[in-house]
C-alpha cells in the first residue's frame, strides 16, 4: 500500500526507452488501450537517451492558465486533469505552453489528454502504473526519505523557464556534479582507428586474419597479404 | 514435399500475423473474476505477473509486486503479452495440408496421419531418419517429455531443440570450468558488487527488469564495465565502456588478464587451493599486451589497462555475460576465458561475488536441464556415459541398450535433412525458418521433408511447411514449472484452458506416444505427476531437483536447484564451500589461444555484420509480431550504422540499402547512429523472409556447443540506387 506522503519522482538519466511505462500506461483499467504518457527519444542518431514525459503537476499549472476555455482543472490534490471533454476546445495552446511538453491533442478526439497521476490507482492505494512496471527505476513512486536513500541523485521540484519559475509536485532527479558524457562509440576507440578508413580490413599487422578461419573457407585461408586494401 | 502451396500473403490472411491491439472484448471496464499469480512467458528473468482472468478468458495484467525478482516490474512485451490469448490467429484445430494450404481436422485425423507417416519412415529409413525439435521456452514438464518421447517412443537418437541457439556455448563451458551448468548467484547478489562486468550482453533490453538489479549497484557506489560493440542502453551510464570488434571477445580477456598477472591482482590462496590449470592461462595470455589486445580489439589499450584495474582490485563482483560472447564458433572459448577473469580472483560463491550467463529464453536454463538435448538424459546426465545411461534406462524401466545413443544437433539437423538422411520431423514451439542462420538453405531443408508435423499455437512461418498442425497451448493454458536464469524452479499455473478444441501440449505428445505403442511409459493424466517423476528421475543427477514439489515452489517463491531431498530448501548461491563439481572439488582453468571468426573481413565483405534483439519482440516473433503495440514500438528491421561508414558510402539516414554476404541478400533501411563501431553494422533478427537478418547470417558452429555465430560475418553494404560502374576501355 502506498502512504499519503509518497511522492513521484523521475530520473531520465536511468530510462532505458523500452517504453513499458507507455504500454503499460494505456492498460490501465480507465485508459482503455490509449496511453496518457509518452516517451522522448532525444536525438537516436546521437545517443539512445530517451526520456518518460509524465505530467509534472505544477502547482500553478501554466496549461490551465492559458486555456481559454477554462477546461483544464486541478483538483484538491493537486492533479492537474485532462481537458474537459464539454469545454475543450481543441486550441493546442495547452500544448504549446506547457514547459515540460506535457500535454497531447487527440485530433480524432478533439480532447487534449494527460496523464493523471492514476488518480484511479493511487485512490485505491496503488502505485501508479507507469512506476509500478517501470524495470530501470526512471520512474519512482515511493517516499522523499526513501529516495534520498537509496539514490545518489538529488530530488528537484522547482524549475525556471526564463523568467517563470514554476514549482511542480513531480520532482526529478539531478546530479549534483556536472558532466559532459562522450557518446559517440568513437571516443573509445583507439586513436589510430579513429582515422582509419571503415572499409580498410587490412589493419597494419593485423595478426589474426589467416589463422580465423575453423573451417577451410579458401576465401579465408589464402594469404592475407594479397588480398588488396580498399582505399 | 513440404513446398509452400499458396502464396505468403493467403497464409498470413487466414493464419496471421496479424496485430490484435485490444482484449476480445473491446476496452470496457471489465471486473475479473480471479487473479492468477504467474509469471511471463518471455525471457529468462520470468518476472512475476498477475493475469486478469474472465470467464476463462484473460482480459488483461496487473503487477505481482510481492515477487522478488521483479517486484511488480515489467518490460513491454510482458505488459501485453496477454493478448496472444485471445488472438484471431490463435489455432484451434488441428490443421492438415491440402491443395489450398490448410483445412481443419479432427484430432484422430491429425494423430492417425502422424503416426502412419512416423512408422512408414522410420521403417524405410532407420529410426533415426524420424527428428525431434523442440524448444527452451516451454516447461520443464515439457522438455523431460520431449526427451522421453523421441528415446523410447521415436526411439531416434535426434532430438534437440532451440536452446541450440542460445545458451550452450555458456552450458558447455560452465560444465567445464565448474562441473555444473548453472549460474553462480541469485541476481540479489548484483547490488552487492563493487564492480559489475557486463560482456555482450544487451541486458536493458533484452532483460530490462535486471537493469536496477546493476544500478542499485552502482547507487551503492560500484562501477560498471560493459564490453559491446555498440553502445547500448546499459552502456550509456557505465563507467567504462570497451566497444570490442566482433569477434575478438577472447582476445580482449586475454588482455586483461594479462595485465592482472603482471600487476599481481590474483588471488593466489584460491587458485592453488581451489582451482587447477592457471599455468596454462599464465602462458596463453603472456603474449597479449596492451599493444596487441588494442590491435586485435579496437579497444585503447589504456582502457584494457583500466578494466583489469577495476576487476582487479575490486574486494566484490559479479560478471554477466549472454548471447554476444556465445554466439561465436569461439563462444565456450570466450566463456571459458571469462570464467578465468572470476576464477582468477577467486570471487565467486560469497555474497556480491560471483558469476552468471542470463538465459535469454523463458525457460533457457531448465529446458537444457531434463534431456531434450542430443547429449542428456534427465537430471543433467551424459547420454554417453555407461552410469548415467543405466540410471535413467532402469528408471524408465527399458534396458540400457534401448536407449539412443548422442544424436545431432539443431543445426545439423537442419543440415541433415537438406542432405536427405532425416525424412521426417515433428517440431513443437521451434521456428527455425526464422532463427536458424543461412533462411534460404533452412527452407531447401523443409521443402525436402517427406513428412512434418508440428504442435504450436500460432502458425508459424516454420509451420507453413507443414503436413500436419497439432493446435498446442499457449503458456497460460497450461500447469508446469521453469527454471529462470539465477537456477531458481518456479511454478506457473494453469490460468485457462485452451480455445476450442486446442489441447496442451504434453497430452498431445502422451497420446502420439500411445499410438506409438509405448503408452505405458507416458500414462499421466495431470503436470503435476510429470513433474514428479522428472525430479524422481533426476536424484542423483547433476541437476537435482528431486526435493522440489509444486506446493513448496508456491510457498518459496521458486526453489534454486540443487534440492536433493524434501527438507532441504534449495541452493540459491553455489561454491559457498568453494567445492567445484569434479572429482577433486577443484575448479577448472582453460587457457584460451584466440581465435578470430570463421569469416573475416576481406575486400569484398568489408564490414562486420552482428544481429541481435530489440527490447519489443521476443527470438523469432512468433507470439510478439502479432501484438499491435509491439509492433509499432519497432516495426521492421533496420540497419545500424556509424556515421563515419555512412559518410563514407554515402548512405543517408533511413535510406533502403543492400546488405550482401556470401549467403544472401537484404533489403533493409540504414539507420545511422553514433552508437556503433563504424567498422561494423546490426541488424536485429526478429523477422521473417525478405526481412529476414538470417538470410545473411553464416551457418558455421562451434566445434564444441555447435552453437552458430549469429554475432560475427561479414558483410558489404550496397547503395540500391547505384548503377553497377562500366568499364570504360583505355
Known sequence: ?231 | MAHLVINEEDYIRRYGPSLNYTPESGWKTEQADRLVKTHCCFCGVQCGIQLKVKNDRIIGFEPWEEFPVNQGKLCPKGIKRYLQNEHPDRLKNPLIRCESGFRSAEWEEAMERTVTAIQSIQSRYGKDAFAFLGGASMTNEKAYLNGKFARLALETSNIDYNGRLCMVSAGAANKMAFGIDRSANPWSDIPKAEVVLLAGTNLSECFPVLTEHVWKARDNGGKIIVIDPRMTPIARTCDLFLPVRPGTDSALVNGILHIMILEGWVDEDFIRNHTNGFDRVRESVHSWTPARTQQVTGVPAANIVKAAELWGNARTSILLHARGIEHHTNGVDNVLNYINLVLTTGRIGREGCGYGTITGQGNGQGGREHGQRCNQLPGGRDINDAKHRNEIADFWGVSESELPGEGLTACEIIDAIEDGKIKGLLSISFNPLVSIPDSRRTKAALEKLEFFACIDFFLSETGRHADVIFAGSLQAEDEGTVTTGEGRCIHLPNSIPPPGNARVDWKIICELAERLGKGQFFDFRKSEEIFTELCAASKGGPIDYSGMNYQKLEEDFGIFWPCPNSNHSGTPRLFEDRCFFFPDGKARFHGIDHRGPAEEVDADYPIYLTTGRVVSQYLSGNQTRRIGDLVDQYPKPLCEMHPKLADRLGILDAEEIRVVTRRGTMLVPAQIVRTIRPDTVFIPYHWPGKQSANQLTNRVLDPISKIPEFKVCACRLEKIHDEPKKEVPS
Do not use: W
Open chain 1, 1 to 231: 500500500m502506498i502512504s499519503q506522503t509518497d511522492e513521484f519522482f523521475v530520473d531520465a538519466s536511468r530510462c532505458i526507452g523500452c517504453m513499458a511505462c507507455v504500454q503499460a500506461c494505456g492498460e490501465c483499467d480507465t485508459h482503455r488501450g490509449k496511453p496518457m504518457i509518452h516517451l522522448e527519444t532525444i536525438d537516436r542518431r546521437s545517443g539512445v537517451q530517451t526520456t518518460p514525459v509524465i505530467c509534472m503537476h505544477c502547482e500553478d499549472p501554466t496549461c490551465a492558465k492559458v486555456c481559454p476555455a477554462d477546461a483544464i482543472k486541478q483538483d484538491d490534490e493537486g492533479i492537474v486533469h485532462s481537458a474537459a471533454k464539454p469545454r475543450c476546445v481543441s486550441c493546442s495552446n495547452c500544448v504549446l505552453a506547457c514547459p515540460f511538453g506535457v500535454p497531447k491533442m487527440e485530433i480524432e478526439m478533439q480532447l487534449m489528454m494527460k496523464c493523471d497521476m492514476c488518480y484511479d490507482r493511487t485512490s485505491v492505494g496503488k502505485k501508479p502504473m507507469c512506476a509500478t512496471v517501470c524495470p530501470s527505476g526512471a520512474l519512482y513512486f515511493g517516499s522523499r526519505k526513501t529516495i534520498e536513500k537509496i539514490r545518489q541523485e538529488i530530488p528537484v521540484n522547482e524549475f525556471r523557464f526564463g523568467e517563470q519559475v514554476v514549482r511542480t509536485q513531480v520532482s526529478l532527479m539531478t546530479t549534483t556534479e556536472k558532466q559532459s558524457l562522450e557518446m559517440d562509440v568513437m571516443g573509445f576507440l583507439a586513436a589510430d582507428l579513429k582515422e582509419e578508413d571503415p572499409l580498410s580490413v587490412i589493419r597494419k599487422g593485423a595478426p589474426d586474419v589467416a589463422v580465423a578461419c575453423i573451417c577451410d573457407d579458401p576465401i579465408i585461408t589464402e594469404d592475407s597479404s594479397q588480398i588488396p586494401v580498399i582505399l
